[in-house]
């Protein structure tokens, strides 16, 4: 999808409006104007809530899933890398992206249509086949591949488990094929309660539309998410990052069953929405009032060293949280980094962090190929 510059600030103004913030006057924030609650729609019904099972499992080994950490005690640090390589996913359209059509649509004019036909679209709407869901679908789906840490691991760094997302389609607020690298706070079970009405798609309807507590708690009606003192700014997260919430001039979110809400810094969406789609990009994950997962999504050629053909690819990102709670938070990620090394063909997605929680120092490695090792813990379903 390639949309005009206008359609681009449209957008942008469109998301960061939805989340009404409280104005300042003379230099000093006003309280947040009370906000009324949203009133049901008299059409929900609580029997078609979507959750986990939207979420087709994939064996770790059909993308060659390594995982690494490093955890140093001395300077009170972690570096944690979950890398892949596509080679054997015998996933559709994903393999066949290169830098000069850079979403298949030459190699494979029909992709556009089936994806819509299975229900990406149009627009950043989804309108899934009724009497079915994304997670039996073949194309418009999400295949995830899963790793969970170790128990010394979670304790130093808080992620409990790993995923990677390899999104044929795409998604459409992403809508070209990507990759989405999962670093979780939460586990399988946590997950599986973290339910909503979508309508059978990746996006759960309006906050208007949710008819049980654990659709409420994805709060996409902005209420109830951690903000500064201040109350007009998030807290826990860096500067200029928003929450993609109900988005009422465009009627979409970014909150998905059996992940949570998302959000980002905004103008990182612009080349996407130009049609370049190459850096990768950075978001958090929240709900109930609890930041629980790190992503980054990364375009499909990057894993077929479509970047710079031939050569590496390395990005990175530096990340300062504002309101910063370290006591709930001690190991937020300060760096995020996507690397391509085009003698393994193997993409690498790191977070580095600090830990307030290291008895002693300690290396793992895990290789999907080869088994889980004594020292590290095993992939989920």
């Not at 670093?183 to 997950?191: I, M």
């Not at 978001?283 to 050629?301: E, K, L, P």
């Amino acid at each position: 999808m390639k949309l005009s510059r206008a359609a681009i600030v449209l957008f942008t103004t469109a998301i960061l409006a939805s989340g009404v913030k409280a104005q300042t006057k003379k230099g000093k924030p006003t309280k947040k104007p009370a906000t009324a609650k949203p009133t049901k729609s008299p059409t929900v019904v609580c029997n078609d809530e979507s959750g986990y099972e939207v979420w087709r499992t994939l064996p770790p080994t059909d993308a060659k899933v390594k995982f690494e950490s490093k955890v140093d005690c001395d300077t009170k640090t972690y570096t944690l890398k979950f890398s892949f390589a596509p080679d054997d996913m015998n996933l559709p359209f994903i393999q066949n992206i290169t830098r000069v059509d850079p979403n298949g649509a030459i190699a494979l004019p029909e992709k556009a249509e089936i994806c819509l036909k299975e229900g990406m679209g149009p627009g950043l709407q989804e309108n899934v086949p009724a009497g079915t869901h994304v997670g039996l679908q073949e194309h418009y789906a999400i295949f995830v591949a899963g790793y969970k840490t170790s128990k010394r691991v979670q304790e130093a760094t808080g992620f409990k488990e790993l995923t990677l997302a390899a999104a044929p389609c795409g998604t459409p607020f992403q809508a070209y094929s990507h990759y989405g690298i999962y670093f979780h706070n939460v586990d399988t079970e946590a997950r599986k309660k973290m339910v909503c009405r979508s309508k059978g798609g990746y996006f759960c309807e309006s906050a208007i539309e949710q008819c049980s507590k654990a659709g409420n708690r994805f709060q996409t009606d902005f209420q109830g998410i951690e903000m500064c003192d201040d109350g007009v700014t998030y807290a826990n997260v860096p500067p200029n990052f928003s929450w993609a919430g109900d988005i009422p001039a465009i009627g979409a979110n970014a909150a998905m069953p059996a992940v949570g809400l998302h959000g980002m810094d905004f103008p990182d969406l612009g080349p996407i929405f130009s049609g370049n789609f190459e850096a990768p990009l950075p978001m958090m994950v929240q709900y109930d009032s609890n930041i629980v997962s790190q992503f980054v999504a990364v375009w499909a050629g990057t894993a077929l060293g479509q970047n710079n053909p031939g050569n590496d690819f390395n990005w990175s990102r530096d990340f300062a949280y504002q309101c910063h709670n370290k006591v709930k938070y001690p190991s937020l990620p300060v760096k995020k980094s996507v690397d391509y090394i085009a003698m393994e063909g193997r993409t690498y997605i790191t977070m580095t962090g600090p830990t307030s929680k290291c008895k002693k120092s300690f290396s793992e490695m895990w290789d999907s190929t080869s088994g889980p090792s004594s020292k590290a813990s095993k992939f989920f379903d």
